[in-house]
């Protein structure tokens, strides 16, 4: 009885601290001055600064990592052939070889078309083509996804595709549709505003457990969104342990957190912005 009485009252002071903590950082935001959605992308108008934490299984125990992140494009290939009979190849246009082809081929814009000095992600996820194991099918459809460490590479990614695309389908006598979406922008920390929550950091959770990535993450975050219009920060918060080590992976059906780790983030935070308003 006494030990569950005791797991209620760290509970309740957690609950409290959080409360507190919430409270805090709504005063960062007390100076938003409008927000609307513009075609392309949100703006947002902030008097102060943002910062922002997430969890991470990147890092083992309950540790802060600073870190930026990529750029990113969303796409989306339709591939228009010729259905026929799989045992008549020769009277269609088989839209499943003209795509395998593609897949291949749109690789190569990473290690040939692209400065290697700028990294670049092309993934293709999702692929969708065929109902029958005796019919070549009429379309195949292609997702994906392309990281870029720069703006500038983001911007001239989506002609560079298309050129491949295009001249793929003619060789093989298709068609094409083909889509693209600019998703988050690079996200950038604010060297000043890093610099107030490194010095933060280590006085409240210790030098050791502060980790300064060395490069930026090929995921993206809309964060980015707040961190164009103002000085921004953002970090990680490792949820790792021994209690969760086999599972403890993101976007994973398995993920546990380590919920311990939740007491530090909540110090780091409210540190940081005591310490900006000092």
């Known amino acids: 009885h006494l030990q569950r009485l005791a797991r209620i009252d760290l509970r309740l002071r957690i609950a409290a601290v959080v409360a507190v903590a919430a409270v805090v950082l709504r005063i960062l935001l007390a100076e938003i001055v409008q ?65 395998a082809y593609l897949i291949t081929q749109l690789q190569t814009i990473v290690s040939r078309a692209i400065d290697p000095s700028d990294v670049v992600v092309l993934t293709l996820s999702k692929i969708n083509g065929g109902v029958r194991y005796n019919v070549l099918p009429g379309e195949v459809s292609i997702e994906g996804t392309v990281r870029c460490s720069s703006a500038e590479v983001c911007e001239i990614l989506p002609d560079k595709i298309e050129e491949f ?21 690079v996200t950038m920390n604010d060297p000043k505003l890093t610099k107030l929550v490194k010095k933060s950091v280590v006085n409240s959770i210790g030098e050791d457990n502060l980790i300064e990535m060395d490069n930026p993450d090929t995921g993206g975050e809309d964060f980015s969104f707040f961190a164009k219009e103002v000085p921004s920060c953002f970090m990680f918060l490792g949820c790792k342990s021994e209690k969760n080590e086999d599972a403890c992976i993101l976007h994973n059906s398995r993920f546990n957190c380590d919920e311990d780790c939740i007491k530090t983030g909540i110090k780091a935070i409210v540190n940081i912005v005591i310490d900006y308003f000092k």
Do not use: M, W
């Open 165 to 185: 695309i295009k001249d793929v389908c003619k060789i093989h006598g298709c068609d094409y549709e083909y889509k693209f979406s600019h998703g988050y922008p």
């Open 35 to 99: 927000q609307r959605l513009a075609p392309a992308h949100r703006t947002l108008g902030i008097g102060n600064r943002f910062l922002q934490q997430q969890l991470t299984d990147l890092l083992f125990g309950q540790r802060l990592a600073l870190h930026e992140f990529f750029e990113f494009l969303n796409i989306l290939i339709t591939i228009k052939g010729q259905a026929s009979h799989a045992s008549k190849p020769h009277e269609g246009h088989d839209a499943i070889v003209c795509a």
